[in-house]
């Protein structure tokens, strides 16, 4: 008979999580966090050393160094040199952000919109936007319209073909559904415009849902390369195209013509360009990160 | 409905034409009037390079002599396509090479930088788009319907480099003609060759390793059974050693030792596909036996190219499969593996036959790939190639120091022997892809040790002579650019399924089978039509 249904027989009905906790179930406890936290931590590590690292050393730890003898930054160095790292980095911050925000706009009004019954031609909007979801226009005619209207080799090519996804809309769509309405119509009562309302009452009541389609968005952003391979040149990438570039570095197609006199070995730039291309995420996901929680989990619950 | 009938009709009768125009259009370079070929009187090598094509070679970088006097462009811009290998480069603001290469040209050269992994989806959407550069880089595999798209959108460049007409670009006159040939469809000359070094080799080997089991070559050994006595010697897993690992079983060097043709087999007219002959079985029933009887890492064939690299230069393998230009330069097996193996020495692996006779390698790696330019006035075509006439400027030009080092100074420095050493930005200024829009002739070059350009050398000097080309290189199949790369691969899966001990042999002869019937007949028949046309 456990602890727990002793308790309960003797009617003291504390569950066990509420006794004080033995020392060796807190070894245990402890133990297991400890080994979780390094299987997270340990490839992390891996790559930070590995990006300090020598040819030498890498290729006598096969590949994944834990603790470089000899440190170096040539790797940075290298990666920094010119700042085409640095300047893919700001180009994606900016198009993340700005891109994110158009999108969570652009959705949002669409999504308040389509919840108000008397909207003429709503549900023919509506299924439009469903449209998309089943079928896209295939590469070819992307590339002609985004040619046509002017956008080729232009950050607007990163933006505006994605700037709704119609599963975010129908996200928010619902989600502004399932308020109650009585507010929206009190407050009509009282002389406020649907803008008014949606500024005032919906957004403030929106925010979880508002950060995890934000996410959604801002991840989409931040990742985008095919679009940024079809419609940049190189000069303009972001910085997913310039960390593919570097982890293609290692490839076997790669033409090992007559090149300068350079000897930083391959993998320790592909290690440090990962490590540069995390620091932004690092810095950004504990501040939003009881948002997103909150967020997933308000979407996830009806009523 | 009767307007898409007749819609139905059209679209059937031009797609029935195009396929009529595609079928038949096979192609031989022997039909063109091929540049004719005018060495540059320029630095004299340290080893001269032979009518064989074996590359001549340096042991420091020679005093740079001017080879293009007059800019090629007037304030103009050519515009470009082509691939891009590795890092992206610093941009045109940020980069005094390019900066310094466009003053030199005399105008802007606008590259559309492309991975080469993109590239066939980049190029052809472009294509699509109609919105065609100068200059485009046909690697190989990205055009499908190549014989059409250069007679429809590519110059045919046979008036303006055919014969002494090349005389006016002595950059490109210098290039042999043996990497002409792969530039000719229909019998004209519709691009600019991007040469390379003949052929890929037959991989590497650690010589310390070797000479511990009591070889100093390769070339000593005398057959395969040797081979296999030789591959034990060198395998104790205990000590974390093997004697083969590599990407795909590195099986170019097994087809090297049993004589397996380049791609196709000759013989009078009719073509034998290299899958089909018993020399192809032999290499891989010994492969698989080999790997049976563990003389590779296990799990090698999925290695990435760095995992392979890696056990090489650490000794965990004795012998491994890579090309042969990457034997030199500071990330290349001549410096690497005594870096982090003092006293170890890597050199070329040099093919034995199977049965005691000579080897047979391949010339597979005559050129990177081909540049084509885009329909234009004669002026404007002239502009380009002079363009192409620069960046094609030989080994110890000024201009060739400027492409692939970047300006004094502030990519590199020289050091006491006059060779040029790279500063932290020389990776990212001298990334900008000039190579895949036009080069000259390799040369083997090094200046950390002479032993290396001497061993690369000398690797060059044995494998060329024995090198067979592939017959069907300069050809045309409309079915194989098209479905060749669909129907072959049943094959090497099947190959890799025996090598690995998954299936038997039985099986790859059953994908052998599919490979003709799918595709492979049709192909053989389109290539002897080009052959004996």
């Known amino acids: ?303 | 409905m009767a307007s898409l009938g007749a819609l139905t009709l059209f679209g059937a009768g031009a797609l029935t034409a195009c396929g009529q125009r595609t079928a038949n259009s096979v192609s031989n370079a022997a039909d063109a009037l091929l540049p004719k070929t005018i060495p540059l009187k320029a630095q004299t090598p340290d080893i001269a390079g032979t009518a064989d094509g074996v590359p001549a070679a340096f042991y420091k970088y020679p005093a740079p002599f001017r080879s293009v006097e007059k800019a090629p462009l007037n304030g103009g811009t050519v515009t470009a396509i082509t691939n891009l290998f590795g890092t992206a480069p610093n941009s045109r603001d940020k980069n005094p090479a390019w900066q310094a290469i466009e003053a030199r040209l005399g105008g802007k050269v606008e590259i559309n930088a492309v991975s080469s992994d993109d590239y066939g989806t980049k190029f052809n959407t472009m294509v699509a788009g109609g919105d065609l550069p100068d200059l485009m880089l046909n690697d190989g595999s990205a055009i499908p319907n190549i014989v059409e798209f250069l007679e429809a959108k590519c110059a045919d460049l046979t008036p303006l480099l055919g014969g002494d007409a090349i005389s006016a670009y002595p950059n490109l006159a210098a290039i042999p003609e043996i990497f002409w040939k792969n530039t000719v469809q229909a019998g004209k000359i519709y691009s600019l060759p991007i040469p390379r070094n003949l052929t890929g080799g037959s991989g590497f080997v650690n010589q310390t390793l070797l000479q511990k089991v009591g070889l100093s070559s390769t070339e000593e050994i005398k057959d395969k059974d040797d081979f296999y006595k030789v591959l034990k010697d060198l395998t104790n897993p205990s000590k974390n050693q093997w004697a083969l690992g590599s990407t795909k079983f590195g099986m170019t060097m097994m087809h090297h030792i049993f004589r397996t043709p380049n791609q196709w087999r000759n013989s009078n007219g009719k073509l034998t596909r290299h899958i089909e002959t018993d020399e192809y079985l032999a290499a891989v029933e010994f492969a698989a036996k080999l790997y049976k009887d563990g003389l590779y890492v296990p799990g090698s064939e999925g290695w990435t190219k760095s995992q392979m690299v890696n056990a090489f230069i650490s000794g965990k393998v004795a012998m491994i499969y890579d090309g042969l230009p990457a034997y030199t330069g500071p990330t290349g097996y001549g410096r690497t593996l005594p870096a982090a193996n003092p006293a170890n020495k890597a050199v070329p692996f040099i093919p034995f036959g199977y049965d005691g006779g000579k080897a047979q390698t391949w010339l597979d790696n005559i050129t990177f790939g081909t540049v084509m330019l885009k329909k234009n006035d004669d002026a404007k075509l002239k502009e380009v190639l002079s363009v192409a006439n620069f960046l094609a400027a030989p080994f110890g030009s000024e201009e060739f120091l400027l492409l692939n080092y970047g300006v004094a100074g502030t990519d590199y420095t020289m050091d006491a022997n006059g060779n040029p050493i790279a500063t932290d930005r020389a990776l990212l200024d001298t990334a900008v892809p000039w190579k895949y829009l036009a080069a000259p002739q390799q040369v083997v070059f090094d200046p950390s040790d002479r032993s290396i350009v001497d061993t690369l050398h000398s690797a060059y000097s044995k494998l060329i002579p024995l090198g067979v080309a592939d017959p069907c290189e300069t050809l045309f199949s409309p079915t194989q650019a098209t479905e060749g790369s669909k129907i072959m691969q049943p094959v090497s899966d099947a190959a890799t399924a025996v090598i690995a001990g998954r299936a038997q042999i039985g099986t790859l002869k059953d994908a052998i089978a599919g490979w003709k019937k799918n595709g492979g007949d049709t192909i053989r028949a389109e290539y002897e039509q080009a052959l004996n046309a």
């Open chain 1, 1 to 303: 008979m456990t602890a727990w249904a002793r308790n309960l027989r003797a009617g003291s009905e504390r569950p066990v999580w509420m006794e004080k906790p033995k020392p060796g179930m807190q070894v245990v406890k402890l133990a297991a966090l400890v080994i979780i936290c390094f299987m997270a931590l340990y490839p992390l590590f891996a790559v930070l050393a590995t990006s300090l690292s020598s040819q030498t050393e890498i290729a006598n730890n096969n590949g994944l160094v834990i603790f470089p003898k000899e440190p170096t930054l040539a790797a940075y160095r290298t990666i920094f040199a010119g700042g085409v790292v640095t300047d893919a980095l700001l180009r994606s911050l900016v198009i993340t952000v700005v891109g994110t925000a158009l999108s969570l706009a652009v959705t949002v009004c669409m999504a308040y919109g389509l919840t108000r019954r008397d909207l003429v031609g709503g549900r023919f909007f509506l299924m439009t936007a469903l449209f998309t979801m089943l079928f896209s226009p295939g590469i070819i005619p992307s590339f002609l319209m985004v040619k046509e209207l002017g956008l080729l080799n232009s950050y607007a090519s990163l933006v505006l073909p994605t700037l709704m996804s119609a599963f975010n809309l129908v996200v928010v769509r619902s989600f502004f559904m399932n308020l109650p309405q009585e507010l929206f119509e009190a407050a009509k009562i009282d002389g406020a415009g649907d803008f008014r309302i949606l500024i005032k009452m919906v957004l403030p009541l929106s925010k979880g849902v508002l950060a995890v389609v934000g996410l959604f968005y801002g991840v989409g952003y931040w990742n985008a390369f095919f679009n940024a391979m079809l419609y940049l040149n190189d000069d303009k990438w972001p910085l997913s195209m310039i960390l593919r570039q570097y982890v293609l570095l290692g490839q076997p197609m790669g033409d090992s013509a007559a090149v300068a006199e350079i000897a930083v070995p391959s993998q320790a730039i592909q290690m440090a360009v990962v490590v540069v291309s995390l620091i932004p995420i690092v810095i950004v996901f504990p501040f939003l990160q009881r948002y997103f929680t909150k967020g997933v989990l308000t979407g996830a619950i009806k009523g």
